[in-house]
């Protein structure tokens, strides 16, 4: 029975049509199927990251009851939203706490997770994959969630840390009640999460360097630290660059982490894009404010995402 | 090493910078495995104190005397608190639905491109696969704000479906950009075999390439479900009322209640929502690091 299904159509479609006609019957069909086949991927990307980024702009020029534009005094109608914000001091706040939080963070974390990658690469391999599966797991933990404990963790009244420091004899930090504490608290938090993920990457790009050019410097007499400069690290640049770029992004645009440890405070001086856009546009409700702060960010990523492509494509290019 | 002693003491003029080296290497060692216990244990402190906290009782959470790092009387109330509170069975509830409606069309629709666009070459594929590692690059939060009006505008606001329907932005892109990857390394002669054979594409897809990049297709529904699972910043915009939040927003705001704070429910809670990704990690943890760092290596 099967098979009869299987071969009728062959046999209807194959007689002498020759075999130009089939070729060319097979190329439309196959163009029609992957058209059919991307038709999904195609409403997604239009649908809900093109279409919603084109709104957003236009979103971002109306005035707060969405009935018109919004007036400019010095930008023309419709960059009202953009002026006001220019001209407030906390947006300006929001854009420096941003740049200081994602580039501190994603310093740290490349440094950290470099480290650590090293360290792993050094010890025998057998143990190697249950010391990277513990030092992964703050990566595998939904952040919002993780960051509850380490709220609670820095709470004024009981923070555990704060207990440890006065055994040691350290006086009690105000973790999220000052200024640059919480400031800290968050790239702590931040780097806590990310660093394993880098460590992933940099043990991964450590293990591709092939063995005997560390063979061939340490002939040559090259100390550990000239191996790491002249070997280990011209080898790793492009994977440094390309998760480098690809954390400046993601931290650049965080929220989570922010929104659970400070909530903005103490006095808005912790905000983030991402946290100060949600609090102006969803809590406040000035939908399109909200939406012009968000935009914001564009510049930046966009400047991040080109350089990750282009490293993309090079690396992909040397891999083949 | 008995022999490479015996040699150092033979001709140690010739073999005292092997012997020299030989111990430079014990002391990285050493140095190596101390450095790693010292991360291991910063790494894992957070969760391990929340683990802690979850087995105190209130009145032991609230004694300000004493180190809180020890569980003096330990208990699983908290925990079967949770288990038993109807509310926190919603979350889980709907946070299931969400991940498993949004993994199995993340997985259709990214396997589907995937393999068109690494095998059927057309007009226009390679600006899509550029467009799709692109819009990898897009973080949630550009885009929330549009996002709230457009689902508000379907009303989809305030349910688990306006969360269906947003969440493929975060998965889609990065699965299909990994499948990509992986379909291209699958070598041209099977697919010329089969096609010699009379196979037809969708065959193809179902019996060459799906079994073959399988190991592939694990990592990307992997990366599918911790982050659908993980998602917080649309659950957080779109959902307001209890019944409907998932477990990331449930466990944040609701069991956070003005000034009250139960940190033994709240970090059970965390920790509760925390196990299903933990426990995927656990047992596909090779498949999860082949997604994590497929990311930039392959595609």
């Known amino acids: ?320 | 090493m008995s022999a490479a002693a015996a040699t150092n003491r033979d001709m140690p003029s010739l073999y005292g910078t092997a012997g020299s080296l030989r111990s430079e290497r014990r002391w990285a060692l050493i140095w190596a495995y101390i450095s790693l216990i010292f991360s291991a244990i910063i790494l894992l402190t957070p969760p391990v104190y929340m683990l802690i906290t979850s087995l105190k009782t209130s009145a032991e959470i609230a004694d300000q005397k004493g180190n809180p790092w020890i569980v003096r009387n330990p208990t699983l109330d908290n925990y079967w608190e949770l288990i038993t509170n109807s509310l926190f069975q919603g979350f889980f509830i709907n946070s299931v639905i969400v991940t498993v409606v949004v993994v199995a069309l993340t997985m259709v629709i990214s396997i589907l491109a995937a393999f068109a666009l690494a095998r059927m070459r057309f007009w226009g594929s390679q600006v899509l696969a550029t467009g799709v590692f692109l819009t990898y690059l897009v973080p949630d939060t550009l885009l929330f704000i549009p996002l709230y009006q457009i689902v508000g505008g379907l009303g989809l606001l305030n349910s688990i479906w306006g969360l269906v329907l947003v969440y493929p932005t975060l998965t889609v892109p990065f699965c299909t950009w990994i499948m990509i990857g992986y379909f291209a390394s699958i070598p041209k002669e099977l697919d010329e075999a089969a096609l010699i054979d009379g196979a037809t594409w969708p065959q193809m897809l179902m019996k060459i390439f799906i079994p073959v990049a399988l190991p592939g297709i694990i990592a990307a529904t992997i990366f599918a479900f911790t982050v659908s699972w993980a998602a917080f910043v649309y659950p957080t915009a779109f959902i307001t009322t209890p019944d409907q939040m998932p477990l990331t927003i449930g466990v944040v705001s609701q069991l956070v209640r003005g000034d009250v704070f139960v940190w033994g429910q709240i970090t059970a809670g965390a920790l509760l929502a925390a196990l299903p990704p933990v426990i995927v990690y656990a047992f596909l943890m090779d498949y999860y690091i082949a997604g994590l760092t497929a990311g930039a290596t392959k595609g």
Not at chain 1, 32 to 39: G, R
Not at chain 1, 94 to 103: G, K, N, P, R
Not at chain 1, 164 to 180: D, N, R, S, T
């Open chain 1, 1 to 320: 029975m099967a098979a009869d299904a299987s071969t009728a159509p062959n046999m209807s479609s194959a007689p002498n049509s020759g075999r130009a006609s089939s070729l060319q019957r097979l190329a439309r069909r196959r163009s029609t199927i992957a058209v059919l086949m991307t038709t999904p991927l195609l409403v997604v990307l239009i649908g809900l990251v093109a279409y919603p980024a084109g709104y957003g702009i236009y979103l971002s020029t109306l005035n707060r009851r969405m009935t018109g534009f919004m007036e400019g005094e010095w930008l023309p109608t419709g960059l009202g939203n953009f002026e006001i914000l220019l001209e407030s001091e906390t947006f300006w706040a929001v854009a420096w706490q941003s740049c200081i939080f994602a580039i501190t963070a994603v310093i740290l974390k490349a440094l950290v997770g470099f480290w650590l990658a090293h360290m792993l690469h050094h010890i025998p391999s057998k143990g190697q994959r249950k010391w990277r599966g513990m030092l992964l797991i703050p990566w595998v933990i939904p952040p919002a969630l993780s960051t509850l404990g380490w709220w609670w963790m820095f709470d004024p009244a009981y923070s555990s840390i704060n207990w440890l420091f006065q055994v040691v004899g350290i006086p009690a930090v105000p973790w999220l009640g000052e200024k640059w504490w919480a400031r800290l608290s968050i790239i702590i938090v931040n780097v806590w999460y990310g660093a394993p993920f880098f460590m992933i990457m940099y043990l991964a790009a450590l293990k591709s360097v092939p063995e005997q050019l560390y063979e061939a410097a340490a002939i040559d007499g090259a100390t550990s630290w000239q191996r790491l400069r002249y070997v280990t690290l011209p080898m790793m640049a492009n994977i440094i660059s390309i998760t480098v770029l690809f954390s400046l992004i993601v931290t650049f645009a965080n929220y989570d982490i922010v929104r659970v440890l400070t909530n903005g405070g103490p006095r808005d001086l912790t905000h983030v894009f991402a946290s100060y856009a949600f609090q102006v546009g969803i809590l406040s409700g000035n939908i399109p404010r909200g939406a012009a702060v968000s935009l914001f960010m564009f510049p930046i990523l966009a400047i991040c995402a080109f350089f990750v492509l282009r490293g993309v494509t090079r690396r992909n290019k040397e891999q083949m």
